[in-house]
């Protein structure tokens, strides 16, 4: 596995890029101007989030200042509490979630990892619908979505004089995208009516390489996918595990993790059964049920 890397996708803007982009191995972002720094999300561990500061200190001798959590799963925040003094900035729904899923513990679900000694650190200064954050004279556009998509709480990163994008888990590059905690149809709405538009060139997805627009199609392509199969197996009157099961994943099979289809076709069962979008379901179950499509195997993790 490939070393992360800090790449200058624009003048100050950066890129940090954890190769493989599988379970908890996430991508963030810094931008570095008018006297700090502010960093797009933290990592899962320890470790992991040290090497990103470790990366950030190489660039610059500027403290960093300011963490925008995109969303709350602990691959983009466990690492929150390392960026001491620096405001938190997030969704009021992002905090709810960092504090309902409290700290990270080896549950039997993934294969072991070294957490390190992790504190909570929820963000705490929080918004309803966007807020504006500037680095020095370069204006960064932080917006919830609208709807729940990846999770209840996504938010993008925009860059619009740059045309970067931060997208977040609203974006993989070369991974199962993963749905089982928001909307397959929210997801497929977001990125239809809110990223596309946009009009961004350069694309910094929360797992895999930067990317450019071609991201977005690649995404709407496997979630319709999710959909299909889930209205065929609801229809046949199978299970989501066994309908992931007797599905062919094609052009999706070599993506990274792809037990989530299961996952994702528990969500996709709920909405089209008629549950909101974003509606609490059995976590427990669907990551049961994507241990058994693993073989009985834990899910691999690497952080």
Request: a negative charge; one cysteine or more; charged letters at 20%.
């Amino acid at each position: 596995m490939r070393s992360p890397s800090a790449e200058e996708v624009s003048d100050g803007v950066y890129a940090y890029i954890q190769p493989d982009g599988s379970w908890y191995i996430n991508n963030t972002g810094f931008l570095v101007g008018g006297g700090g720094v502010i960093s797009i999300d933290s990592c899962a561990t320890q470790r992991r989030t040290r090497a990103l500061l470790a990366a950030v200190a190489s660039v610059t001798d500027l403290p960093v200042r300011t963490l925008i959590n995109t969303h709350h799963h602990g691959d983009h925040t466990y690492g929150n509490y390392l960026f001491g003094g620096a405001t938190i900035v997030a969704h009021e729904r992002c905090r709810d979630g960092v504090l309902a899923s409290g700290l990270p513990a080896n549950l039997g679900v993934w294969t072991d990892v070294d957490w390190g000694i992790p504190e909570l650190a929820p963000p705490f200064l929080t918004y309803a619908d966007a807020v504006t954050v500037w680095s020095g004279d370069l204006k960064c556009d932080v917006r919830y979505v609208g709807m729940p998509a990846h999770t209840t709480n996504d938010s993008l990163i925009w860059l619009p004089d740059r045309s970067v994008l931060f997208a977040g888990d609203l974006a993989f590059s070369g991974g199962t995208p993963f749905l089982l905690m928001g909307s397959v149809e929210g997801a497929i709405e977001v990125l239809e009516r809110v990223v596309r538009p946009l009009g961004a060139l350069t694309i910094v997805p929360g797992h895999g390489p930067v990317s450019g627009p071609a991201v977005i199609d690649e995404m709407l392509g496997y979630l319709r996918f999710v959909l299909d199969v889930a209205r065929r197996g609801m229809a046949a009157g199978l299970s989501p595990l066994d309908a992931a099961r007797e599905a062919d994943l094609g052009e999706y099979g070599d993506l990274l993790d792809s037990e989530r289809i299961v996952g994702n076709l528990h969500r996709a069962y709920a909405e089209l059964a008629g549950a909101p979008r974003g509606a609490e379901i059995d976590l427990i179950a669907a990551l049961t049920d994507m241990i058994s499509y693993n073989g009985g195997r834990p899910l691999t993790c690497h952080a």
